[in-house]
T-cell receptor, first 112, second 121 residues
Framework: DGGITQSPKYLFRKEGQNVTLSCEQN?????MYWYRQDPGQGLRLIYY???????QKGDIAEGYSVSREKKESFPLTVTSAQKNPTAFYLCASNPTVNTEAFFGQGTRLTVV | AQKITQTQPGMFVQEKEAVTLDCTYDTSDQSYGLFWYKQPSSGEMIFLIY??????QNATEGRYSLNFQKARKSANLVISASQLGDSAMYFC???????FGGGTSYGKLTFGQGTILTVHP
């Protein structure tokens, strides 16, 4: 089945550690996105990528990094510079034309 | 300034009745798209309905319809015949500059704060 797979579903991190969230899609979509969601809030854009080896900062990129070495994969690293990393992270993709974005199941990150 | 505003933090509706969830938006682009997503407690984002800025007809998808009033910059979601399974968070979102594809927004979506809908039996 085609779709977006995020792993892990739950992730715990100690303060000061970097952690990488995985996002893989087999939809052959060019564009991919990372969003952050805090409790009871909307989604905010962290990073996005239109094509392989290219990505752009979103509204809240500080403390995060990404790579896009393959079309199918868009991993997000939450670095120790991110002051409040505890949140729900959603990966999405869509074709370049104006269609809806498809979302993964999300990763819930907790800093302990 | 907020680009997407959802003024109803929570809404309650009786099963089998209709409910309207409000959404207003702000953009200077002539070409844009408006989306509604449903987020159950599991966290997944489920696409419901889309309206392009140049679409003359209001979008409909089954029990979902979008009341698009371009001059007022509103795109309210109407859910008819509510079901218990409709209880969830609902988000309005906008993609600027891409009603006909392309543009420079790279398909980025801007989301509102969401409305929690509770359907009572």
């Amino acid at each position: 089945d085609g779709g977006i797979t995020q792993s892990p579903k739950y992730l715990f991190r100690k303060e000061g550690q970097n952690v990488t969230l995985s996002c893989e899609q087999n939809l052959n979509h060019d564009a991919m996105y990372w969003y952050r969601q805090d409790p009871g809030q909307g989604l905010r854009l962290i990073y996005y990528s239109q094509i392989v080896n290219d990505f752009q900062k979103g509204d809240i990129a500080e403390g995060y990094s990404v790579s896009r070495e393959k079309k199918e994969s868009f991993p997000l690293t939450v670095t120790s510079a991110q002051k409040n990393p505890t949140a729900f992270y959603l990966c999405a993709s869509n074709p370049t034309v104006n269609t809806e974005a498809f979302f993964g199941q999300g990763t819930r990150l907790t800093v302990v | 300034a907020q680009k997407i505003t959802q003024t109803q933090p929570g809404m309650f509706v009786q099963e089998k009745e209709a409910v309207t969830l409000d959404c207003t938006y702000d953009t200077s682009d002539q070409s844009y798209g408006l989306f509604w997503y449903k987020q159950p407690s599991s966290g997944e984002m489920i696409f419901l309905i889309y309206q392009g800025s140049y679409d003359e007809q209001n979008a409909t998808e089954g029990r979902y319809s979008l009341n698009f009033q371009k001059a007022r910059k509103s795109a309210n979601l109407v859910i008819s015949a509510s079901q218990l399974g409709d209880s969830a968070m609902y988000f309005c979102a906008m993609r600027e500059g891409t009603a006909f594809g392309g543009g420079t927004s790279y398909g980025k979506l801007t989301f509102g704060q969401g409305t929690i809908l509770t359907v009572h039996p």
